[in-house]
């Protein structure tokens, strides 16, 4: 029997997202990309479109794995009840890790993209130029690959939305999350479109991220103990 959680509607979704999207890792890829682009590649017009693919690569992406992801939480919580109370201490654990960033970033073991994954990604951005379908698969790759330093809230909200099952209210939910979550790294790519400095969008994020990290780490927290509250009152 599955748990009852909450209910997850569109509110709490949207503000998971939120959160989710002000993720140092999520822009730091895009920024690199658009620099490098800017270095490379002649027309303004290439790099903005290679931007908007490479988005909707992370996009599709992350919302695909929420598809297919969801129906398994939801099948794991039909087999027992302690699959929640594991994702929620893995929730949980992923919050005290954000918040270890806050206080000695970079320290230790750190939520973030894999040494080798950060190599093959400066790589694979060398290699796009004016090719599109580049652009698109390097985005599925940083979706994938950032899932470590992105995915706790994801796996959350998943958790949570996997109590009502796999019905439409909850594939419409994911798609307004992923929507919510690609928005800043659209702002990011409108605003450089426009003249303005990528520099500045790189010296915000070098300077916010412990910020970044410290909020994403109390969601996080939030979401776990209300993860473990409502298996333990469904227990009771």
């Known amino acids: 029997m599955v748990v009852n959680f909450s209910a997850v509607n569109l509110p709490v979704v949207i503000g998971a ?6 993720n140092p890792c999520a822009f730091g890829v895009l920024i690199f990309l658009l620099a490098f682009l800017l270095k ?8 903005i479109l290679n931007g908007v693919i490479y988005i909707f690569g992370v996009f599709v992406t992350y ?3 929420g598809l297919v992801l969801l129906p398994l939480v939801r099948k794991l919580g039909q087999f027992s009840v302690w699959s929640y109370r594991i994702i929620g201490a893995i929730v949980i654990i992923s919050g005290l890790l954000e918040i ?8 230790g073991f750190s939520l973030s993209i ?6 093959r990604i400066k790589m694979y951005t060398q290699k796009i130029g004016t090719k599109k379908i580049t652009a698109f698969l390097l985005g599925c790759f940083v979706a994938l690959v950032e899932l470590p330093c992105t995915g706790a809230v994801y796996l959350a909200i998943l958790a949570l939305m996997s109590s009502s099952g796999f019905n439409i209210s909850n594939v419409w939910f994911l798609l307004f999350y992923n929507l919510v979550f690609i928005l800043p790294l659209a702002v990011i790519l409108a605003s ?16 916010h991220r412990g910020l970044m990290r410290l909020v994403i780490g109390v969601l996080l927290i939030l979401m776990g103990v209300w993860m473990l509250y409502s298996v333990a009152a469904f227990k009771l």
């Open 17 to 22: 997202a939120v959160i989710d999207s002000i």
């Open 40 to 47: 490379t590649v002649k027309k303004k017009s290439v790099m």
């Open 63 to 65: 919302l695909v794995a």
């Open 100 to 107: 270890k960033d806050y206080f000695w970033y970079g320290k």
């Open 114 to 119: 894999a040494p080798n994954n950060a190599k």
């Open 192 to 207: 450089v479109a426009y003249g303005a400095d990528l520099n500045s969008f790189k010296s915000w994020r070098e300077e």
